[in-house]
C-alpha cells in the first residue's frame, strides 16, 4: 500500500511538473508573434501607421496599424519641402502624397489583400510592393530591409495578430502644390 501511495504520488509530481513546464515555455509560433510586437514597437510603426487620438499622438488603441484615417487629409504640398499631417499619416513631399498603409490583416483593406509572408519580406527587402508601386517616402524601408529573414516574420507574424481594421487607405483627394 505504501508503495502504491508513493507511485501515485510521483506520477502526479510529474504530471504537475510537466504542465507548469509546458505552460511556462513559449510555442515558437508565440515567441515569434512576441519578438514582432517588440521590432514593430521598437521600429516607431505605430508612429506613421496608428492613427492618434489626441495632440499628445497617442496611438488609438481601436485601430492599431490600421494607416491614413478617411477624415486625415493629406498635407499641402509647398515647393520645396516636406509636410506631414498632423496624425502623421499622410505625408506630401517631392516624390507627391503618400499614406500610411493599412497593416491589420483586412482581407480587403489591409495586409490580408494581397501579401503573404514571403510578398510582405520581399516587399520590405525590395521597397516595391507586390503590384509593383515603389514604398514611398517617409517609409524607413532602407533600414528596415537590414532586418533579418527572422526578423521580418516576427514582424508579419505579429501584424496577422492584430484584430482587422476595414479601412480604404487610397481613397484620398489630391492636393495640388502650393506655388
Not at 26 to 33: D, L
Not at 48 to 62: E, F, G, L, R, V
Not at 117 to 128: C, D, L, P, Y
Request: aromatic fraction near 8%.
Amino acid at each position: 500500500m505504501r508503495n502504491a501511495v508513493f507511485a501515485v504520488g510521483a506520477v502526479m509530481i510529474a504530471v504537475a511538473t510537466w504542465s507548469l513546464g509546458a505552460g511556462a515555455a513559449q510555442s515558437p509560433t508565440a515567441s515569434r508573434v512576441e519578438r514582432g510586437r517588440y521590432l514593430v514597437s521598437i521600429a516607431a510603426c505605430h508612429d506613421c501607421h496608428t492613427p492618434k487620438i489626441d495632440a499628445q499622438m497617442t496611438p488609438d488603441p481601436k485601430r492599431p496599424l490600421s494607416g491614413r484615417p478617411m477624415t486625415t487629409f493629406p498635407p499641402v504640398q509647398g515647393a520645396n519641402d516636406i509636410r506631414a499631417s498632423l496624425d502623421l499619416t499622410a505625408w506630401a513631399g517631392p516624390w507627391g502624397n503618400s499614406y500610411a498603409a493599412n497593416l491589420t490583416p483586412d482581407k480587403e483593406t489591409g495586409l490580408g489583400a494581397r501579401y503573404n509572408e514571403a510578398s510582405f519580406i520581399k516587399t520590405i527587402r525590395t521597397g516595391v510592393k507586390p503590384e509593383g508601386e515603389q514604398l514611398a517616402p517617409p517609409m524607413p524601408w532602407p533600414v528596415y530591409r537590414n532586418m533579418t529573414d527572422e526578423d521580418l516574420k516576427s514582424v508579419y507574424a505579429y501584424l496577422t495578430t492584430l484584430p482587422p481594421v476595414k479601412n480604404v487607405v487610397r481613397a484620398a483627394p489630391s492636393v495640388k502644390p502650393s506655388r
